[in-house]
Nanobody, 120 residues
Framework: QVQLVESGGGLVQAGGSLRLSCAASGSIFSIGPMGWYRQAPGKQRDLVARITRGGDTYYADSVKGRFTISRDNAKNSAYLQVNSLKPEDTGVYYC??????????????WGQGTQVTVSS
């Protein structure tokens, strides 16, 4: 079993910054791509950024130049530095990772989410 825990959300003014963290634990053999998703109120959950184990990154157009995804493979963790926040960045941010378990299974768990609220 694999668990994800996100942290780092909060209430910030427009233009502010936050650093979101995602830590994976449990029966982990290896972790592949790690991603951050955002779900705004009343909307679907959308991919914001994704990083491969080797460090290749993808960003949604709406966050390019403002958000930076990174990971620490030794700590089974991913991070999302969010800068120049806008009110439209408000939402619950979820972490999702692809994991090979010690039992040889491939799972893709989600964390519980961390709320980011940006005031204008």
């Amino acid at each position: 079993q694999v668990q994800l825990v996100e942290s780092g959300g909060g209430l910030v003014q427009a233009g502010g910054s936050l650093r979101l963290s995602c830590a994976a634990s449990g029966s982990i053999f290896s972790i592949g791509p790690m991603g951050w998703y955002r779900q705004a109120p009343g909307k679907q959950r959308d991919l914001v950024a994704r990083i491969t184990r080797g460090g290749d990154t993808y960003y949604a157009d709406s966050v390019k130049g403002r958000f930076t995804i990174s990971r620490d493979n030794a700590k089974n963790s991913a991070y999302l530095q969010v800068n120049s926040l806008k009110p439209e960045d408000t939402g619950v941010y979820y972490c999702n990772v692809d994991v090979v378990t010690t039992g040889g299974h491939i799972v893709s768990p989600w964390g519980q989410g961390t709320q980011v609220t940006v005031s204008s």
